[in-house]
Structure formats: C-alpha cells, structure tokens
T-cell receptor, first 112, second 114 residues
Framework: GNSVTQMEGPVTLSEEAFLTINCTYT??????LFWYVQYPGEGLQLLLK?????DKGSNKGFEATYRKETTSFHLEKGSVQVSDSAVYFC???????????FGKGTRLSVIA | DGGITQSPKYLFRKEGQNVTLSCEQN?????MYWYRQDPGQGLRLIYY???????QKGDIAEGYSVSREKKESFPLTVTSAQKNPTAFYLC?????????????FGNGTRLTVT
C-alpha cells in the first residue's frame, strides 16, 4: 500500500538557519505530493504541493521538488523564522477522492 | 468566508458515553474525511465519504460511526466501544475527483474521556 516516511523530530534550529525535512514515499502509479503545516491547537494548512515528477512546489519561502527517481519530496527553506515553529506533515494522494496518506509529522522549533 | 467548521473545540465525556463531533463545510465539496491525531502517530483515517449517503471505513474505524445525509455535514460519533477515544479529531473536505486536489481541514475537536 501507499506510505510516507518523514524524518523524526523534533528539529531545533536557530533563526536564519537552513531547513531540510526529509520525506520519502511508496506508492503505485503517479501520486500527488503535499506538505501541510500545523500550528499549535489548530488544524492542518496546505503549505505546498506538486502533482508530477520534477514539479517544484513553493510557498512562503518553502520549497519541495517531486523526485520520482528517489521517491522523495524533501521540504527546504533557506532562512527559518521563529514564526515557522510548527509541525510539518508530508502526504500523498493517489487518485480521485481517495484520502491523503500522511507521514507522522516533524516538529520544528526555531529559536531566536 | 468558505471553510470547514468543527464544533466544539473542546469536549469532555465520561467513559461509557457516546459523543458526536460536528463537521460542517460550505465549500460545496463532495468528499469529506475524519482523521484522528495522537502524539507521535501522525494522522490516521477513521472514515471518509465521497458522496452523500455513502461512506467508507478508513484504517481505524472500529468504535466509530458516521452519517452523510447532507453534502455539507459529516458528523462523527465516538461510541463507548472505542477503547482509547481521547484524541484530537480533524475533519477535512476536498473538491474535485482528481488526485491533485488538496484537503481542506477544520480546526479540530479535542476530545477527553475520563
């Protein structure tokens, strides 16, 4: 079946540091890939997505590239801020209205 | 503004009682989903519905029930058969029948059963 594996957290960085959160997936066919962010006490918000190989999703300084050859969708940001502290989820969706399959989430803490 | 409304935000119940969590959306989305979130476990799918009057079990449906009588509403009942009901419950919806449509989430209901 489909699955998503994320690097375990927590990840603690200083402000302006470079961020990478690794995500790899297992899926049949050509899934769409997503990154969601969850701030404390809230639901999940879509951060970015990519729907085919070599697509790059980007939003708010975050980027991720759909790499089919390595089945990966790593999240990166060049300079993190304290306000980026949250839990980040990688997810995939195979087709139609099938549910998202999520990774376990990676908690990021950015300190000033 | 369109969105998904989950209520209440916090819910407390005694063990042995059934409890129903509300989820309403005004996005005109066909599909709706319920996920459960526990620390360190990510999100696990409980039930989903792709169309009114139809729904499917997810990975952890035991002890839960749902209904989908209206497009806008997808309530979740946590029954007394659910062994560990204390968790954060998230409702979501999506629009088109294509895999690249994202899910839109509500702000969740935190259920505590003692």
């Amino acid at each position: 079946g489909n699955s998503v594996t994320q690097m375990e957290g927590p990840v603690t960085l200083s402000e302006e540091a470079f961020l990478t959160i690794n995500c790899t997936y297992t899926a049949t066919g050509y899934p769409s890939l997503f990154w969601y962010v969850q701030y404390p006490g809230e639901g999940l918000q879509l951060l970015l997505k990519a729907t085919k190989a070599d697509d790059k999703g980007s939003n708010k300084g975050f980027e991720a590239t759909y790499r089919k050859e390595t089945t990966s969708f790593h999240l990166e940001k060049g300079s993190v801020q304290v306000s980026d502290s949250a839990v980040y989820f990688c997810a995939l969706r195979s087709s139609g209205n099938t549910p998202l399959v999520f990774g376990k989430g990676t908690r990021l803490s950015v300190i000033a | 503004d369109g969105g998904i409304t989950q209520s209440p935000k916090y819910l407390f119940r005694k063990e042995g009682q059934n409890v129903t969590l509300s989820c309403e959306q005004n996005l005109n989305h066909d599909a709706m989903y319920w996920y459960r979130q526990d620390p360190g476990q990510g999100l696990r799918l409980i039930y989903y519905s792709q169309i009114v009057n139809d729904f499917q079990k997810g990975d952890i449906a035991e002890g839960y029930s749902v209904s989908r009588e209206k497009k806008e509403s997808f309530p979740l009942t946590v029954t007394s058969a659910q062994k560990n009901p204390t968790a954060f419950y998230l409702c979501a919806s999506s629009s088109e029948d294509r895999g690249n449509s994202p899910l839109h989430f509500g702000n969740g209901t935190r259920l505590t059963v003692t």
